[in-house]
């Protein structure tokens, strides 16, 4: 499959069928903590979009030929998915197609304009991600194109939330020494308070990130900071605990889709692609071809694809 990625367990939507809808790294974003590795360019406007008839054609072959279990579809995107230009059509459409609820991650960076708000109220369920609130952190830990403006974000945030019919999950993701200090916290607070999420999903670096310096939150620092944004907030579960002993048939290809859009640990793949052998198996084979890597984060190993693979 070229856009499809899953059903992955993901930490907040139980099973997501993912949908990529543009190249690698086509994002207006350079985040210290991003899992695809730094940006060697950011985009604006994305150079390229697949076109949506492509995308959705895919959406339908694997609805009626594979008939594979997934509780929502998740618009995402190596890169940012609102920079794609038919979105819209996209959502509209594979709603149609699925009838599951469609969910759009996004990093919130276009939520200024009133087109993409009006687009992104369509989704069921939007995931954006505020991890900043002044320009010097967000410069610090989105590492931005320089068109974009976080008090403008921010409006634009709290306008979508009282536009949108369905639900608002608004995501902060900690790093340690760059945005979990009192003031940035206070400040995140205040404006996360404006924008009125439904759920406040704090998380923090649980893949091997773009830099070696953007390290994890402790546990114990993640529960005070849970408290202190108050009962709407939850920590984002890491979905290895979440999963049962997944099932069907492994594919090295499904194993490389998956692979190419994130890194996962070996639970993490044998909740999705089965037993325990099997899985150690392709992936020793994997690791033989040289076309996957293995990367070391707090201890635990992750999978992932080597560039160009
Ligand atoms: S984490 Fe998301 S927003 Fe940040 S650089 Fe990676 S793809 Fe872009």
């Given at each position: 499959m070229k856009y499809l990625f899953g059903p992955v367990p993901s930490r907040r939507l139980g099973y997501s069928l993912g949908v990529d809808i543009l190249p690698a790294k086509t994002c207006n974003m350079n985040c210290i903590y991003c899992e695809l590795g730094p940006s060697k360019v950011t985009y604006y406007k994305a150079p390229f979009c697949p076109p949506s008839g492509e995308i959705l054609s895919e959406i339908e072959e694997f609805c009626f030929l594979h008939r594979r279990h997934f509780d929502c579809l998740t618009f995402t995107a190596s890169g940012e998915p609102t920079l794609h230009e038919e979105l819209g059509v996209l959502l509209a459409e594979s709603k149609k197609i699925t009838g599951r609820p469609v969910t759009v991650l996004t990093n919130s960076s276009t939520v200024t304009s009133k087109q993409t708000r009006n687009i992104l109220s369509m989704a069921d369920i939007v995931l954006p991600s505020l991890d900043a609130v002044t320009p010097m952190t967000f410069r610090k830990i989105n590492r931005p194109h320089p068109g974009l403006d976080i008090y403008a974000i921010i409006d634009g945030l709290s306008r979508l939330r009282r536009e949108m019919a369905g639900k608002m999950w608004l995501e902060i993701l900690?790093?340690?020494?760059?945005?979990?200090?009192?003031?940035?916290?206070?400040?995140?607070?205040?404006?996360?308070?404006?924008?009125?999420?439904?759920?406040?999903?704090?998380?923090?670096?649980?893949?091997p990130p773009a830099e070696d310096y953007a390290k994890p939150v402790g546990s114990k620092k993640m529960r005070e900071i849970l408290s202190f944004f108050g009962e709407k907030a939850e920590i984002v579960i890491d979905f290895e605990a979440q999963m049962g002993s997944g099932s069907g048939l492994i594919l090295e290809s499904e194993i490389m889709d998956t692979l190419r859009r994130r890194p996962l640990s070996f639970r993490d793949m044998e909740g999705l692609f089965g037993r325990y052998e099997k899985t150690q198996k392709i992936l020793s084979h994997l690791i033989d071809k040289g076309m996957i890597e293995e990367k070391k984060l707090k201890g635990r190993t992750f999978y992932a694809a080597l560039n160009n693979k």
């Open positions: 900690l790093v340690r020494g760059i945005n979990d200090g009192a003031d940035e916290l206070l400040a995140l607070r205040d404006a996360v308070n404006r924008i009125n999420p439904h759920k406040i999903q704090l998380n923090t670096v649980a893949r």
